[in-house]
């Protein structure tokens, strides 16, 4: 079953023309009932490379069914099938229509998404990084993008119960595109800074993946919005027997605020409540950096510096 009790699904899109897009859906088991909500931001580049908001948009939704394969909602679904991940919704609003498929001598997105929480972690990030392409469309009122054959991600962030066994700190998630390298990092830290982190880079159609990774954090800053408190600068080092990584993700600016648990009406509310008496006040913010990455092998050096990268940072607040 890929669904667990606090569920957020993160589909991400980057494409040859520098605009992204990032649809997170959250299914949240309250009881025998589940409460669910859509968040849409895409944002495209202006003539300096900065990324501008385009259209942002939430909504809650409503669950209809679920199962092994089909999640579906008031105002969409998301279908696993054999060789494809569907993923529509549609409302006044925008119309969004995404169609994510893979070389299928890969496993399977809903194998990866679908692994449980094991022994005593906090939460599991399940990611499908950069083994899929995407076709699609998203249509408003002001704006609309085509996909075609672009890069694309799932990733799902769930955990079985409300109370955690350890306290989470912080969660990162971060992104970069570029034509000669894709890079995905998550991370999950608990209150003694212990991190259960992951790095994958894809490159020269290869994907590397890393799980013994160094992170160096540095000139911290403080949200005008919402004073959750994000480090500046990120330094990653990671290597195995034939690689050595080095990410240096800099100066992270904030493009918005997003909610771990979206409060838009009494249900969210509600829900939000009683979330926060056990973990603390959950601050999410979307992060814009640049990066510069140098990736060492026995015979070759490669070096690509000033990457976009798009990262989300969520601080749980005592």
């Not at 944002?43 to 990324?51: A, C, R």
């Not at 409300?162 to 830290?189: A, C, E, N």
């Not at 290597?239 to 493009?255: C, F, M, Q, R, T």
Request: proline fraction near 2%; charged fraction near 25%; glycine fraction near 2%.
């Amino acid at each position: 079953m890929i669904l667990s009790r606090y569920n957020k699904f993160i589909f991400s899109i980057f494409s040859e023309k520098n605009d992204y897009l990032i649809l997170t859906v959250y299914v949240l088991k309250f009881g025998k009932r589940h409460i669910s909500f859509l968040q849409i931001h895409y944002s495209k580049t202006d003539l300096s490379g900065k990324y501008l908001p385009s259209f942002i948009f939430r909504s809650r939704l409503k669950m209809i069914d679920s199962s092994d394969r089909d999640i579906i909602f008031s105002k969409g679904r998301i279908i696993f099938k054999d060789d494809s991940v569907k993923v529509e919704f549609s409302s006044d609003l925008v119309m969004i229509y995404l169609n994510y498929s893979w070389d299928q001598t890969e496993t399977s997105p809903l194998t990866v998404l679908s692994k449980e929480i094991s022994g005593k972690e906090i939460i599991t990030w399940n990611s499908f990084d950069f083994k899929s392409r995407v076709k699609g469309s998203m249509i408003t009122p002001n704006n609309s993008a085509d996909f075609t054959n672009v890069p694309g991600n799932i990733d799902l962030l769930k955990t079985a119960r409300l109370r955690f066994i350890k306290p989470v700190r912080s969660m990162m998630w971060s992104r970069l595109h570029h034509q000669d390298v894709d890079l995905s990092y998550s991370s999950v830290s608990d209150k003694t800074n212990k991190s259960d982190s992951k790095l994958l880079i894809s490159i020269n159609k290869k994907i590397l993946e890393f799980s013994d990774i160094q992170c160096q954090s540095s000139n911290e800053k403080t949200s005008l919005k919402s004073s959750v408190k994000y480090p500046s600068n990120i330094l990653l080092t990671a290597k195995n027997d034939n690689y050595n990584v080095s990410v240096s993700i800099h100066d992270h600016s904030e493009v918005n605020i997003n909610e771990l648990i979206n409060d838009i009406d009494f249900k969210g509310k509600l829900y939000r409540s009683y979330y926060t008496r056990f973990h603390g006040k959950p601050k999410e913010l979307r992060l814009f950096a640049k990066a510069d990455v140098v990736i060492n092998n026995n015979f070759t050096r490669t070096e690509i510096h000033n990457i976009n990268s798009i990262s989300e940072y969520i601080a749980f607040c005592s």
